[in-house]
Nanobody, 121 residues
Framework: QVQLVESGGGLVQPGGSLTLSCTGA????????MGWYRQVPGKQRELVAA???????NYGDSVKGRFTITRENGNHTVHLQMNDLNPEDTATYYC???????????????WGQGTQGPVYT
């Protein structure tokens, strides 16, 4: 069974930065591709960023140039560095894992419980 545990989020000023983290656990899983989605009430979940063990990335258009996804392969952890935050980034952020980058991009993998993203002061 796969578990994805998210952390991070919190208060930030517009234009500020925040980092979210997600650690995956599950016997026999390589966590080849991991990523982040976000969702606001009443809207579809949208891809934020995805990253494979081999270094391939995919970013949503609205975050390109502002957000960076990195990973620690040894402990199946991904970090989402969010810079230049604005109110449109307000959402619940979900960590996801799939066996391929395509799987993450299509949103067909496993999901974490979600964590609150930036909350503005």
């Amino acid at each position: 069974q796969v578990q994805l545990v998210e952390s991070g989020g919190g208060l930030v000023q517009p234009g500020g930065s925040l980092t979210l983290s997600c650690t995956g656990a599950g016997n026999g899983h390589s966590f080849f591709a991991m990523g982040w989605y976000r969702q606001v009430p009443g809207k579809q979940r949208e891809l934020v960023a995805a990253l494979t063990i081999t270094g391939y990335t995919n970013y949503g258009d609205s975050v390109k140039g502002r957000f960076t996804i990195t990973r620690e392969n040894g402990n199946h952890t991904v970090h989402l560095q969010m810079n230049d935050l604005n109110p449109e980034d307000t959402a619940t952020y979900y960590c996801t894992y799939a066996t391929s980058l395509k799987g993450v991009v299509r949103g067909v993998g496993n999901w974490g419980q979600g964590t609150q993203g930036p909350v503005y002061t």
